[in-house]
């Protein structure tokens, strides 16, 4: 896996995208340390495009590219359409040695989320669908503050009704700064 990118299994490109946005940030609340993270893709076509084969009977939606083509690109974000995130640890725990090598699992089930502004994220893929079933870990670059995300959880269709997460994602993303809460800033010296 290339880092930088995302990939979605069984999509038209195995090869994956680009990202050309990614920013995580930490904030406080109730003296808990939250993350958002915000992730933009380049247009799903941007490195190939795939010939309109209208002879060809795809399966699903999932495996067409003219209908990836319709949404172009990919937004997945804890804040962009409602104010998700999810919780990491105490503030007082907060260091990049405590984030290193830290795995957490969110949304795990999603069939237990009640309300659509519970998820931890929300994501505009091939319409307004759902993520869940996140594992997402932090490993930290050599003894710097830049740390590598790996990435993994499940989409579901939920813009054509089908609330299935039966269609996997992953991602890697390098050399992403350790994130210090705003109530901290400044604190430090």
Same mark, same amino acid.
């Given at each position: 896996?290339?880092?930088? #990118?995302?990939?979605?299994?069984?999509? +038209?490109? +195995?090869?994956?995208?680009?990202? #050309?946005?990614?920013?995580?940030?930490?904030?406080?609340v109730d003296g808990e340390v939250w993350?958002?993270?915000?992730?933009?893709?380049? !247009?799903?076509?941007?490195? #190939? !495009?795939?010939?309109? !084969?209208?002879?060809?009977?795809?399966e699903s939606s999932w495996e067409n590219?003219?209908?990836?083509?319709?949404?172009?690109?990919?937004?997945?974000?804890?804040?962009?359409?409602?104010?998700?995130?999810? #919780?990491?640890?105490?503030?007082?725990?907060?260091?990049?040695?405590?984030?290193?090598?830290?795995?957490?699992?969110?949304?795990?089930?999603?069939?237990?989320?009640?309300?659509? &502004? &519970?998820?931890?994220?929300?994501?505009?893929?091939?319409?307004?669908?759902?993520?869940?079933?996140?594992?997402?870990?932090?490993?930290?670059?050599?003894?710097?503050?830049?740390?590598?995300?790996?990435?993994?959880?499940?989409?579901?269709?939920?813009?054509?009704?089908?609330?299935?997460?039966?269609? +996997?994602?992953?991602?890697?993303?390098?050399?992403?700064?350790?994130?210090?809460?705003?109530?901290?800033?400044?604190?430090?010296?």
């Amino acid at each position: 896996m290339d880092k930088n #990118r995302i990939y979605f299994e069984g999509n +038209p490109w +195995p090869e994956g995208h680009p990202l #050309r946005e990614f920013k995580w940030t930490a904030r406080v609340v109730d003296g808990e340390v939250w993350f958002d993270i915000h992730l933009k893709s380049a !247009d799903y076509y941007s490195e #190939r !495009d795939i010939e309109d !084969d209208e002879d060809v009977d795809y399966e699903s939606s999932w495996e067409n590219p003219i209908v990836w083509g319709n949404y172009h690109r990919c937004t997945m974000s804890t804040h962009y359409w409602h104010k998700g995130g999810f #919780r990491v640890c105490s503030l007082h725990e907060y260091s990049p040695e405590y984030l290193d090598g830290l795995e957490l699992k969110i949304d795990m089930h999603p069939e237990q989320i009640e309300e659509w &502004d &519970d998820f931890a994220f929300h994501i505009y893929l091939l319409g307004h669908d759902a993520v869940a079933c996140h594992t997402i870990k932090f490993i930290r670059e050599s003894d710097s503050d830049n740390f590598s995300i790996q990435w993994q959880g499940c989409a579901a269709l939920a813009y054509v009704v089908d609330y299935e997460f039966k269609h +996997p994602f992953k991602l890697l993303v390098a050399k992403q700064k350790f994130p210090m809460p705003l109530c901290l800033i400044g604190a430090i010296k």
